[in-house]
């Protein structure tokens, strides 16, 4: 069994990342800026958000963090977009999900310029996504398939099993899998709280990707020897033994499922690192288009 380290990979990605700030700034050009937006005190979007903006400051990206009180008006919040929109300064634009329920997050998403997406969230580029156009890919998924090239983990005729399908983790995922691509070519099947037999499934699986959002969800008797197995599950349970009171854990029953594992993503420490040196990529990516067409 190996760990698949979404320290030691996303360091990698942030090194390469930080060398091309270095170079347009030698050449006097912007460097990437990404706005993110924080509506409300949720004390798990209030970490993922100062991790990413944290992580911009480390390679050298400029960021702006708007911060909104959990009351804010709906068009307020689109009026914002709007404004972050018409900046050339800003390249990305992130909403941290979710949002407070009087907002329409399917609103929000849309409001944003698809060429600033960088979660590609957008219709339009998810859209691109499944056609395989270039697109921004959405940063956890997009995330997992870096780690998957980085550690050479063959995926060509595998069969795939992605539990979940929400839109922002488990059906991209099941359609960057399932592309003509490397990684990709695998046989993918995308099961979800409605699947009958997921057990059964999973014990066919070479590859299994967990985005559920239940702790310890995939126990070792679901999971075939040799498998690759991806756990995106960030949940918080508790502990009194932590003085925050709780500890993360993820959608898999990690000590019992590693033994039979050839490779594991451990959590924290795999998948939710990637999804940051993922979204920096595509804030660069968003960044050199504008430069491209200067
Ligand atoms: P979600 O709640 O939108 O979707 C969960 C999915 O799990 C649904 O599609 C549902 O059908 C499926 N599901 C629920 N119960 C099931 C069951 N009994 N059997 C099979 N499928 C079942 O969640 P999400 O946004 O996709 O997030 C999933 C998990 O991943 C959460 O723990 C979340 O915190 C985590 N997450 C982590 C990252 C990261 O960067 N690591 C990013 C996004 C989400």
Do not use: W
């Not at 009026?79 to 907002?103: C, F, M, R, S």
């Amino acid at each position: 069994m190996q760990i698949l380290d979404g320290k030691l990979v996303s360091a990698a990605v942030k090194a390469q990342l930080a060398d091309k700030v270095t170079e347009l700034k030698a050449l006097d050009k912007k460097v990437p800026h990404l706005a993110a937006i924080l509506v409300g005190n949720n004390p798990a979007s209030e970490t993922y958000v100062a991790s990413k903006v944290k992580s911009c400051a480390e390679i050298g990206f400029h960021s702006t963090l708007l911060r909104f009180d959990e009351k804010i008006s709906e068009k307020h919040l689109l009026d914002n977009i709007t404004l972050l929109n018409e900046n050339a300064d800003i390249d990305g634009i992130l909403v941290q999900l979710p949002l407070p329920k009087h907002i329409n997050e399917e609103l929000v998403i849309n409001a944003i310029d698809p060429s600033k997406d960088v979660d590609g969230f957008h219709p339009m580029n998810v859209g691109k996504m499944v056609i395989g156009l270039p697109t921004y890919i959405p940063a956890t998924p997009y995330g997992i398939m870096l780690m998957l090239e980085h550690y050479n983990i063959p995926t060509k005729g595998k069969h795939a099993v992605v539990i979940g399908r929400s839109n922002i983790v488990g059906t991209p995922m099941s359609v960057l899998l399932s592309r003509n691509a490397n990684p990709g070519n695998c046989t993918v099947t995308l099961t979800h709280s409605q699947t009958a037999n997921l057990k059964e499934l999973c014990l066919q699986a070479d590859i299994i990707v967990a985005a559920i959002g239940r702790p310890n969800f995939v126990t070792a008797d679901m999971v075939k020897e040799g498998a690759v197995v991806i756990d995106v599950g960030i949940n918080r349970i508790e502990d009194a033994s932590k003085k925050s009171g709780f500890r993360l854990v993820g959608d898999v029953d990690f000590n019992a499922v590693a033994p039979k594992t050839s490779f594991i993503t451990p959590v924290p420490g795999g998948v939710g690192l990637m999804t940051i040196a993922a979204l920096l990529k595509n804030t660069y990516n968003a960044a050199s288009q504008k430069v491209n067409m200067n």
